[in-house]
């Protein structure tokens, strides 16, 4: 018996479910038939997963009648632009989208993000799937409306919140990734687990080796357990004026690293995931500072990072980072340039607050401690 999940993201009249399962994508023509109102399909996806996964979905779609019009972007974070997002706009139009059709993104997050933004513009706002085929995608970035793009002042600063009609996760197209992307998509979901669920942690700990062979069931708990727990913060604070921050946990350190090391790091190269997995280290060594959280649980913390196979110290990455520079870029990160930081910080495993007064200077002190350079 093949297994599916529901998660319902519940919003009022912009609900939806996010579809979780083992070839789930082969009811694809089923689930989206509420929201199609004529039988052309707009898909968008990129050249890696165009060579991989789209033909499977094509020929899904295709099989049902649908006729489908395809538009690929290049692979990567630098699709994520205002450039990228014109073409991408241009092509749809060029392509006569009409205002009832349906997009669908079929992708990692760069996808899923310009697509989305592309979708919420057009027509002054579509409809929009998704069908995210990484780890990371299929546990954060395809669920919750948040849509963006990136600008040469930091990541994401311009977008928009524009919810999906119906998010499908296929747990088989993980193996499609590389074990390095595998293990940097575990980064998200220890962010979950760190940040309000104890027992999940555990039980983490004691499936990664599962999990990184990539198992069917041990993937769709991991996953299900995840979309519950982002669909719980997202109702509560669509808007991100509150309890939403939360999910940010180990990210404004995160993106501060990628910034400086895929910038200045000497052609070293770091992964969304792995900076966050250093980003939540950080995060629980920063909250013993405060005397907030525990020794214990900062090393449990780092341990599970570790047996996912990811980086626990910048360090070990490079050498060469400055703190002003990474202090500099956590400012851009939270789109502000006072002296207060907003950080996400621990009481324990399971208990994240937000702390908007971590001062510059702390940090600075922090992280010269953490062995990076004045
Ligand atoms: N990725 C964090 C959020 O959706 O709020």
């Known amino acids: ?15 939806y479910h996010v579809h979780i399962g083992e070839n789930i994508v082969d009811l694809l023509p089923e689930i989206i038939s509420p929201f199609v109102t004529r039988k052309k399909i707009f898909l968008v996806s990129d050249e890696a997963v165009g060579s991989t996964i789209l033909p499977r979905v094509r020929k899904i779609l295709e099989d049902s009648g649908f006729e489908l019009s395809v538009i690929l972007v290049p692979s990567g974070e630098k699709s994520k632009n205002f450039e990228q997002l014109q073409i991408l706009l241009s092509e749809l139009l060029d392509n006569n989208i009409e205002r009832r059709d349906i997009v669908i993104a079929l992708g990692g997050g760069v996808i899923g993000d310009l697509v989305g933004f592309a979708s919420s513009i057009l027509y002054r706002g579509i409809n929009f799937i998704q069908i995210p085929t990484t780890l990371l995608a299929q546990v954060d970035s395809s669920i919750g409306g948040k849509t963006a793009i990136n600008v040469k002042q930091g990541k994401n600063l ?21 074990l390095r992307e595998v293990k940097a998509g575990f980064a998200e979901v220890i962010k979950y687990a760190v940040l309000g669920d104890r027992s999940f942690f555990d039980w983490l700990s004691e499936n990664s080796k599962k999990l990184l062979k990539l198992n069917t069931e041990s993937l769709i708990h991991a996953i299900e357990t995840s979309c519950k727990m982002k669909a719980k913060i997202v109702k509560e604070d669509e808007y991100e004026q509150g309890k939403r921050v939360l999910l940010n946990l180990g990210h404004t350190f995160g993106h501060a690293f990628e910034k400086s090391v895929n910038t200045n790091g000497e052609g070293q190269s770091i992964l969304h995931g792995e900076a966050i997995g250093i980003g939540i280290c950080l995060a629980a060594k920063l909250s013993e500072d405060f005397e907030e959280s525990n020794i214990e649980d900062s090393i449990a913390i780092e341990k599970l990072v570790a047996d996912f196979g990811l980086p626990t110290n910048i360090l070990d990455i490079s050498k060469n980072l400055k703190i002003s520079e990474v202090i500099k870029f956590m400012k851009h990160d939270k789109k502000r340039s006072d002296d207060k930081n907003t950080l996400i910080l621990l009481k324990g495993i399971g208990e994240a607050f937000i702390h908007n007064d971590v001062k510059d200077k702390d940090l600075a002190r922090f992280l010269n401690n953490q062995g990076l350079k004045k």
Do not use: W, Y
């Open 158 to 178: 311009v977008g928009s919140f524009h919810q999906p009609k119906i998010v499908v996760a296929d747990v088989n197209f993980l193996s499609t990734l590389s």
């Open 1 to 15: 018996m093949r297994e599916f999940r529901k998660v319902k993201v519940d919003l009022g009249d912009k609900s």
